[in-house]
């Protein structure tokens, strides 16, 4: 065997092992490839069933304000009973679907035909700020025209019997 023959073997072997090596790497891409695209896919089916968990958080909460307002009524505690509508209002408009809004406004109009007395001013206080909140959701654009006159009735007339 001369230095010819081994200098051709090593470079056929060395050709080879690279070609391996290559070829393991275009593997480890594809494989790669396909382990993205299952952690994409995951990701997707997180931010679903992440959206609808919010969307029934929304809903459950919803209808616990819905019912306390209700005992409040029934009580004609105004003042708290308006506080958890409006609460109830918050919690649906956040809501993609929520049915109930027409009939939390016709309620909400209702209580402002009452006599409203100022019986806490922390109440207030968290009605003001379940406002705040209620104007900084995106879909308020759409209750904007129903919305604002009742609460402003209700302002004005709480405001108008707490200087009395």
Known sequence: MNLNTFVGVTVALLGMIVTLAI????Y???EMRSKIEELKQLEDKLKKQEK???QFSHKTVNNIYKLVAWEFLKEKNYLKAFNYYLRALDASV???N???VNVLFETMAKICEESIELSDAKILKD??????????VPSYRFIKDRYEPI???FISKVE???EN
């Not at 009605?127 to 900084?136: A, C, L, V, W």
């Open 151 to 153: 609460y402003n009735s």
């Open 127 to 136: 009605i003001k700020e379940t406002n705040g909140h209620i104007k900084s």
């Open 94 to 96: 956040q809501m993609d």
């Open 28 to 30: 480890n891409a594809i």
């Open 160 to 162: 108008k019997n707490e």
């Open 98 to 100: 929520s049915e109930d």
């Open 52 to 54: 609808s968990l919010e």
């Open 23 to 26: 070829a393991w790497q275009i």
